[in-house]
């Protein structure tokens, strides 16, 4: 979900010459061209697409009084999916159902971006459904990763609704509510990841299935209709021999199969590997492997995802088994430890908290479970390699195990640990290093989903929670599947899913003929199975209807900011092009009155403007005072101090920054100013 840096969607346009590029990115990609070769980029390539999304004009976009005259009218059979997040980028997932105008939600999770300096959180809009609240009926969520739950602390407070998930899942929610909106009781209903009875809640009747995931209690969910079931897949894998929960089951599958299924929309992640996903069981042979191979006196450090418990304990009952103590070492890695335990997924962490493990134990007898494995810049991980951890001071001879495979978009900043571990004399071993595997991957891999698709035999697919290449990788699949009916959605889509056929098509392979051999028929027996699920009750298959533009909201602080607004774009284009700030003292005749002052940051052949640099820019500031004094017209000088500072950062880096430039005038003249006694009579009166 941390997808950073630049360079794929800048090559894509610079090959396209430009052509539909937002105006606010031109700048960037002539820049790119200019220096690929050495610059680092700060700004996230999912925030640029994003940005470049909700500024592309599109001629199927639609009013929302449209959309919502649209759901009032439908008739009771139809059926609409909304994605709203998830559908273009791996993250921020967010979609919802309409039936007879009712609403149901399933997951609100957020995107980490980088956005000029330092990872934030992107949320999706959900605005058409707070301006329409009273309409939804419920939130369900598949599983408790953040690109699935991280919004709800944010943004449920103004939806109010009920919530349905698993205990986990629940108790992975509840504090992060509570500790935001004290004042707020979350309703929650939880419901047992194995319990697959019907759940009604409003208009929608769904069914748990549960899936393996690397997080415990991930579930499918199937939405009952009149054509068969829709299955939303969450994320899962195929994983038969789980270390934790229940293993994944085809044969269970292939009962919903049997009843019915009109879509599935699916998870996409990793169609575009082939292969099967491979067993937690598997590796934790192979981390306890590579745990009795390294002698006591060195440091150890495995780095893993702070969400995969099984992973943990793995880690943890190896370095028992070696005879050594599990230590806990991230802030989210403590906090989910502690849910684990409580549900019962994991033995008490008491003790392992690296901030007092300290005082029990010296760190060379210890086996430390470190957040880190995508590079983000805060983790423990990264401390330790930069050697600013407070407790653990990492030397030559130690080792680091990745547990984990790195998200594509954060490899350079998986390089910058792996670079600065090096330095340090560590040693560093990647999963596959040797043969052995140390991690396995929680999204299904093509031949998974092939697996699945075959089982299930739906009438159509909507690939979801991917990027268009993995979209459209899902959807070769689902046709090598005999599945004809494929429909590829972006977010802001209106896909009517299902619904009494309203023309003649030829995907029918049932008469049209109304007949009493063919009578009305419950979602049990609706649909037949060879080879694949084929009508009955004759449905047109999903179509897009409608479009509106969503606008993701960045979170900024406390406040909630659309990523197309003014402040976000500068932060984006400032951080990836450096900036430079130029504050200018002037006289009252509206000369210089004396040096200007220069800020500059991110500057890649410099450290910044140094002193020859500075003189040299203030003296063509000068000159431009000259030329140009500042009078009545601030707008016209700054014009010409943009000018200045740009052609020269353009001839001593190769670069056009941001330019900022402050004017500070004197003070007018004013009467001596008013005593503590005279303020006080004047705030009587």
Not at 297 to 317: D, L, N, P
Not at 393 to 419: M, Q, Y
Not at 470 to 491: E, R, S
Not at 497 to 519: L, M, N, W, Y
Request: proline share 6%; hydrophobic share 35%.
């Amino acid at each position: 979900m941390f997808v950073r840096g630049i360079p794929s969607f800048l090559h894509f346009h610079c090959r396209h010459k430009l052509i539909g590029t937002p105006s606010l990115f031109r700048p960037l990609l002539v820049q790119y061209e200019m220096l690929s070769s050495t610059t680092s980029s700060f700004a996230d390539a999912n925030v640029l697409k994003l940005m470049e999304r909700a500024s592309k004009p599109r001629q199927d976009r639609t009013s929302i009084k449209f959309v919502k005259d649209m759901f009032e009218n439908a008739r009771d059979d139809e059926f609409f999916f909304l994605p709203l997040g998830g559908s273009g980028e791996i993250g921020m997932n967010c979609n919802l159902y309409v039936n007879k105008n009712r609403f149901l939600m399933i997951d609100l999770g957020i995107l980490l971006v980088n956005i000029g300096h330092g990872s934030t959180s992107v949320l999706p809009d959900i605005s058409f459904i707070k301006n329409n609240v009273e309409k939804l009926d419920g939130l369900v969520v598949t599983h408790a990763h953040e690109d699935h739950i991280g919004a709800i602390e944010t943004l449920w407070p103004s939806l109010k609704c009920p919530i349905y998930c698993t205990k986990f899942t629940a108790a992975m929610i509840t504090p992060r509510i509570e500790r935001r909106h004290p004042h707020l009781l979350p309703l929650i209903h939880v419901i047992d990841q194995e319990d697959t009875s019907p759940q009604q809640v409003g208009n929608f009747e769904f069914r748990f299935c549960p899936t393996t995931h690397s997080i415990p209690e991930s579930v499918h969910v199937f939405i009952n209709t009149p054509y068969g079931y829709i299955m939303h897949t969450g994320d899962w894998n195929m994983d038969t021999t789980p270390t934790i929960g229940p293993a994944f089951s085809l044969d269970a599958l292939q009962k919903f199969g049997d009843s019915g299924v009109h879509a599935v929309i699916g998870d996409s992640t990793n169609a575009t590997r082939t292969g099967h996903t491979t067993s937690e069981r598997f590796v934790r042979k192979g981390l306890l492997k590579r745990l009795k191979a390294i002698p006591r006196g060195k440091r150890v450090v495995v780095t893993c995802f702070s969400s995969s418990i099984s992973r943990i304990k793995a880690v943890m009952e190896a370095a028992r088994g070696v005879g050594r103590v599990p230590i806990l070492a991230g802030r989210s890695l403590l906090s989910t430890t502690m849910v684990a335990h409580s549900c019962g997924y994991l033995p008490s962490t008491k003790g392992c908290n690296i901030r007092t493990a300290n005082k029990y134990h010296g760190d060379k007898d210890w086996i430390i479970v470190s957040t880190g494995c995508q590079g983000e810049p805060n983790s423990a991980l990264s401390r330790m390699a930069t050697g600013d951890h407070p407790h653990v001071s990492l030397s030559k001879g130690d080792v680091v195990i990745f547990s984990s495979r790195t998200i594509p978009g954060n490899e350079e900043d998986v390089a910058t640990i792996i670079s600065n571990l090096k330095e340090l004399g560590v040693e560093v071993i990647l999963d596959g290093d040797d043969g052995i595997s140390t991690h396995s991957s929680g999204h299904a891999l093509a031949g998974d989903i092939f697996s699945m698709l075959s089982a299930v035999r739906p009438f159509s697919v909507i690939p979801v929670h991917g990027e268009q290449e993995h979209m459209q990788k899902h959807t070769d699949i689902a046709l090598t599947a005999g599945i004809k009916h494929v429909l590829i959605p972006t977010d802001g889509d209106v896909i009517r899913i299902c619904g009494e056929r309203r023309h003649k098509s030829d995907f029918a392979t049932v008469s049209d003929t109304p007949s009493e051999a063919q009578p009305s028929r419950t979602p049990a027996d609706v649909l037949t199975s060879s080879p694949h699920t084929a009508m009955t009750r004759k449905s047109d298959p999903p179509q897009p209807v409608a479009h509106f533009t969503t606008h993701p909201l960045v979170k900024d602080g406390l406040i909630l900011r659309r990523l197309d607004s003014d402040a976000i774009k500068q932060r984006a284009m400032a951080g990836t092009i450096g900036t430079c700030t130029v504050t200018l003292n002037v006289d009252g005749d509206g000369f210089l009155s004396n040096t200007a002052v220069v800020y500059s940051r991110d500057f890649p052949f410099s450290s910044g403007l140094d002193s020859s640099h500075d003189n040299e820019l203030n003296e063509l500031i000068a000159n431009t005072t000259v030329d140009h004094h500042i009078g009545n017209s601030e707008s016209a000088f700054k014009v010409q101090v943009h000018k200045t500072v740009t052609s020269f950062c353009v001839n001593k880096f190769g670069k056009t920054p941001f330019v900022q430039t402050h004017i500070i005038r004197p003070a007018p003249a004013t009467s001596t100013p008013p005593t503590r006694e005279e303020l006080k009579q004047h705030k009587n009166v």
